[in-house]
Structure formats: structure tokens, C-alpha cells
């Protein structure tokens, strides 16, 4: 086959304990899925579960034990950090029962939502779609893959995140509005999902605005740290 343009390179992961890779596919998002992070965004009442994607050229590969840098964007002045457990997905499947859903995840890695906030608000007061709050270069940092075959599937787990040293979000993956495979069950209800398909599900509270030189570290349970520094 004859490319008319040069063929891009997509996102690969790094693996805890191994020298392969994981290629990304595609990145679903899900919307308010702790109850302290609804809270704080001013939402009151019921909201279905739903979700939003990023492209996969946004997602950054962070090494375990190193420091990545991501760019501040464009058209923006509130761009918030968002820690989520992200489960990537190692089994093709659609309408997968919630009992079924783990045989689908290969494995669990942290990463963060980064969010044009302002942007973000601007088109919600409008009824617009969100994407250039959400669909931002650069947003999608994901750290080292832990294999479930290694670590199995957690319910519950500390998850933490550190801007300059500081904490600024701690709760804990049980405080899910919609756990893990309840969110397979829900994303393979509308897409075939794929392997190498990633879903970040939801932040708890304790969101804020990044600027550039800042350093933010986030953890989950004992997967591999991710760091990352805002650049200008
Ligand atoms: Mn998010």
C-alpha cells in the first residue's frame, strides 16, 4: 500500500515488568462519577451515566519513574488536573454483562483528564458540546500499565494526586458512582469495545488549575506514580 502522506505513530503504554507495549485505540471518558466531585462542580440531582471521548493523539506515555512534560494549551486559563483510574481493555466485546466485564480489562494504569475548565463551562451554560474543554492536546497522560493478570481487579484503592507537593485529591476508587464493570457494561452497550481501547473513569473532588512549572504526581493503590511537569 502506497501512503499519499506519512503514516503517523500511535500512543503506546509502558508495562509494569515488561519490555512490550500497548498500543492505545481510542480513549473514553466518564463524566461525574464520584459523588464529591459532582458535588463541587454545583450539580444537584440525578445524572445518568455518560461519558465523552479524547482522540488518541492526545495521550502521553509517562514512564514509571520519570518526569514527563506536558504543554499548557491553548485558549485557556483554567486548565484543571483530573486523576482516574484508567482501565484498558484487553478483549473485544459489546453488550458485556457487569459480570463478565472484567475478562475484558488487561490491565489498570493512572492517568489524568486534563481540562480545559473554563472552556468546558463555557459551552455546558451554552448546551454545546464539550470538546474543546476535553479534547485538548497534550491532555491525556496515562502512566505505566499494571497487568490484572499481575495485580488482578481492584474495588478499592487510595487514589491521590499532588500538585507542587501538595495534596489536592484523595479519596479512594470504592467511591465510584459506577465501579469498574458497571462502566464496561455501559461503554460496550453503545461501542464494540476493542483491545487497546483505555477508559478513564472519573475524578473525585479536589480538582484544580495547573500553571506552567508545576509538577503534579498522582497515585493509585500500588500502580506505578505518574508525574508529570506543565510546560509553557
Ligand atoms: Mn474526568
Known sequence: MNLAIPAWEIPTLAITGSKE???VRRVFCMGLNYLDH???MGITGEVPAFMF????NHVVPCEA?????I???SKTANYQWECELTAVIGKRGANIPAAHANEHIWGYAVGLDMTRRDLQLWAKSRELPWEIGKDVEQSGPVGEITPASQMGHPQSAPLWLKANGEYKQKSD?????LPTPGIIAFLSGYYTLEPGDIIMT??????GPVHPGDVIEAG???LPVLKVRVVA
Open 21 to 23: 507495549r500497548f498500543p
Open 220 to 222: 493509585i493503590g500500588d
Open 53 to 56: 471521548t479524547k482522540a488518541v
Open 65 to 69: 519513574g520519570a518526569i514527563t512534560d
Open 38 to 40: 459532582k458535588q463541587e
Open 71 to 73: 504543554k499548557y494549551p
Open 202 to 207: 472519573g475524578t473525585p473532588a479536589g480538582i
Open 173 to 177: 476508587i470504592n467511591q465510584m458512582i
